[in-house]
């Protein structure tokens, strides 16, 4: 009785250790994204963030946009909160999928309510999130909700 349940159990393990197929572009990039209120509402705050450090507010980009609404989308499809498509992309991977050329980019990811507020203060309460809202580096931002519980806000260079 032991023996089908062990084997059973290492099929099971097999078959969840086996590496999903690698996302297509199109996978990794929605080019029919249109921010909304609530979008403009986190770059609102992330700006506030950056100018009481004497920072310039970032700007839109519609490619980091798009690449955000991707994302978030991708994790409510396949039911998992991470920078890395399981079994899949890396964020520098990611990145290069959609043809985002800088090499200087971070990503801040949410999941909770939908409120900008709560989002941007979680962030600002995390080091490594803090950071990319307050590089000054970073001039351009593109910000998407998913599944009406995930933020994903990626950050770039010129």
Not at 5 to 31: H, I, K, W
Not at 96 to 101: D, L
């Amino acid at each position: 009785m032991l023996r089908p349940l062990l084997a059973a159990f290492g099929l099971a393990l097999l078959t969840a250790c086996t590496p999903a197929p690698t996302p297509s572009r199109a996978t990794v990039s929605a080019s029919n994204y249109t921010p909304d209120a609530q979008s403009a509402r986190v770059i609102a705050l992330i700006n506030a963030e950056r100018a009481k450090q004497g920072l310039r507010a970032v700007s839109v980009d519609r490619t980091l946009t798009n690449a955000a609404a991707a994302h978030g989308t991708l994790m409510v499809q396949k039911g998992f909160f991470s920078h890395n498509i399981p079994g899949g992309m890396s964020f520098p991977q990611r990145m290069a999928a959609a043809g985002i050329g800088s090499k200087y980019t971070g990503e801040n990811i949410f999941t909770g309510p939908l409120i900008p507020e709560v989002a941007v203060t979680n962030w600002m309460q995390s080091r490594g999130h803090r950071r990319n809202i307050l590089d000054g580096n970073f001039t351009k931002i593109g910000v998407a909700s998913a599944g009406g519980r995930y933020w994903v806000s990626i950050f770039s260079s010129d």
